[in-house]
Nanobody
Framework: QVQLVESGGGLVQAGGSLRLSCAASGSIVSNNLMGWYRQAPGKQRELVAVMSTGGITNYADSVKGRFTISRDNAKRTVDLQMNSLKPEDTAVYYC?????????WGQGTQVTVSS
């Protein structure tokens, strides 16, 4: 079993910054994909950014140039630095990992950007 625990959400004004962190524990294998998704009210959950163990990244077009994903494989953590936040970034952000084809989710952390 794998557990993911997020932290770092909150309320910020437009143009501000937040940093989300996710710590993984349990049956973690060395080769996995870790990342962040988000879900706004009334919308489907969508990819924000993911990173492979080897450092390959994929970002949603809407966050490119503003968000940066990073991970520490030894500590089993993945972070999301969010700059130049916009009201449309308001959502619950979920940490995600895929191990041997199985998908795991954290409990989510709320990010609210006021205009």
């Amino acid at each position: 079993q794998v557990q993911l625990v997020e932290s770092g959400g909150g309320l910020v004004q437009a143009g501000g910054s937040l940093r989300l962190s996710c710590a993984a524990s349990g049956s973690i294998v060395s080769n996995n994909l870790m990342g962040w998704y988000r879900q706004a009210p009334g919308k489907q959950r969508e990819l924000v950014a993911v990173m492979s163990t080897g450092g390959i990244t994929n970002y949603a077009d809407s966050v490119k140039g503003r968000f940066t994903i990073s991970r520490d494989n030894a500590k089993r953590t993945v972070d999301l630095q969010m700059n130049s936040l916009k009201p449309e970034d308001t959502a619950v952000y979920y940490c995600n990992t895929v191990i041997s084809g199985r998908v795991y989710w954290g409990q989510g952390t709320q990010v609210t950007v006021s205009s």
